[in-house]
């Protein structure tokens, strides 16, 4: 029988989830909710199903988990009215507006028994997926995500926006704890950050370089990794890598891959639909999500207090 999902938030992300679930034979998309009626009518519509402004709606139809895709500002209080139901969801990224809030969607997830998966696509690229098996320990990383203003997720700022997906990716290859972080960044045309760079040192000595920005000319996706005898280069963008190793004798090894049609946002769809038909355990969990945030946050934490200190000064 085709599992039973709805989808909550039918913004830009929304919209391309409600198509990608729409188009699996094994799911059934009971319904499209978003606080903008006419949106949810009108992605629904076009998917020939019910579109609506209500949650209550969401929940009825013996729907059996939730794709959550509206503002970080609802993603607490929509998810906990799944979880708490006992139904496992899907929740876009950051998972939520802070900490505390992660913490309690986790802590409900694991009262019920439910699967709590968190919307971090870089770890379904193909690319990172294959290179990710390979990683022993990084010495360093950097990371470059950037492109043009495009008015959407102004809610948050560029570090809970873009810089979060590289955050997710560092932290999933090196799981020690963070030992210091500095970063600086500015809004440009929000009145958030809108462009950011950050440094992490880790506990045991890697260091990562990240670079968002949301008003830049060009679009970037790069993800480098260092590690003792290899180099690592992944274009997150367009699906592809190149590595550079030597073996104990100096000699070199070059490798290029290229993923054929990568589609990092069904994958990860398709790894919640098996998780809750099968395994019960996500790829991307709420402690995974919990973690990013809570980098994240000390992120800007570290760029609004050097702001600060500059309008003082």
């Known amino acids: 029988m085709p599992l039973k999902l709805c989808l909550v938030g039918a913004g830009h992300m929304g919209r391309i989830h409600a198509l990608k679930l729409a188009g699996?034979?094994?799911?059934?998309?009971?319904?499209?909710?978003?606080?903008?009626?006419?949106?949810?009518?009108?992605?629904?519509?076009?998917?020939?199903?019910?579109?609506?402004?209500?949650?209550?709606?969401?929940l009825a139809d013996g729907v059996q988990g939730a794709v959550i895709a509206s503002t970080t500002g609802t993603h607490f209080a929509v998810a906990r009215e799944f979880l708490k139901r006992g139904l496992p969801v899907f929740v876009e990224k950051p998972i939520a507006a802070d900490p505390a809030e992660a913490e309690a969607l986790i802590g409900l997830a694991l009262e019920k028994g439910v699967l709590l998966q968190v919307?971090?696509?870089e770890r379904f690229s193909p690319v990172f997926r294959r290179v990710s098996r390979s990683i022993g320990a990084?010495?360093?990383?950097?990371?470059?995500?950037?492109?043009?203003?495009?008015?959407?997720?102004?809610?948050?700022?560029?570090?809970?926006?873009?810089?979060?997906?590289?955050?997710?990716?560092?932290?999933?290859?090196?799981?020690?704890?963070?030992?210091?972080?500095?970063?600086?960044?500015?809004?440009?045309?929000t009145k958030k950050i809108d462009v950011a760079r950050a440094r992490i040192e880790f506990a045991d000595g890697c260091v990562?370089?990240?670079?968002?920005?949301?008003?830049?000319?060009?679009?970037e996706r790069s993800f480098a990794v260092v590690e003792k005898g290899r180099y690592v280069y992944l274009d997150l963008g367009v699906g592809s890598f190149f590595s550079v190793e030597s073996d104990k004798l100096g000699r070199k090894k070059v490798s290029h891959y290229q993923a054929p049609r990568p589609d990092p946002?069904?994958?990860?769809?398709?790894?919640?639909i098996r998780a809750v038909r099968e395994s019960g355990i996500a790829v991307v969990d709420g402690e995974d999500g919990l973690r990013a945030l809570v980098t994240a946050d000390a992120i800007s934490a570290e760029i609004e207090r050097r702001l600060s200190e500059r309008r003082a000064g």
């Open 265 to 272: 946002l069904k994958d990860e769809l398709r790894a919640f």
């Open 119 to 121: 919307g971090h696509i």
């Open 24 to 58: 699996m034979k094994d799911v059934t998309l009971t319904c499209v909710v978003d606080t903008n009626r006419a949106i949810a009518e009108e992605t629904a519509g076009s998917l020939g199903v019910k579109g609506s402004d209500r949650l209550e709606d969401a």
């Open 138 to 189: 990084p010495l360093s990383m950097e990371a470059r995500r950037t492109g043009a203003f495009t008015g959407r997720s102004i809610d948050i700022d560029v570090v809970h926006d873009l810089m979060i997906h590289d955050i997710d990716l560092v932290l999933s290859l090196n799981k020690t704890a963070v030992a210091r972080i500095s970063a600086q960044g500015t809004p440009v045309l």
């Open 208 to 219: 990562a370089s990240l670079c968002a920005s949301r008003v830049s000319k060009t679009k």
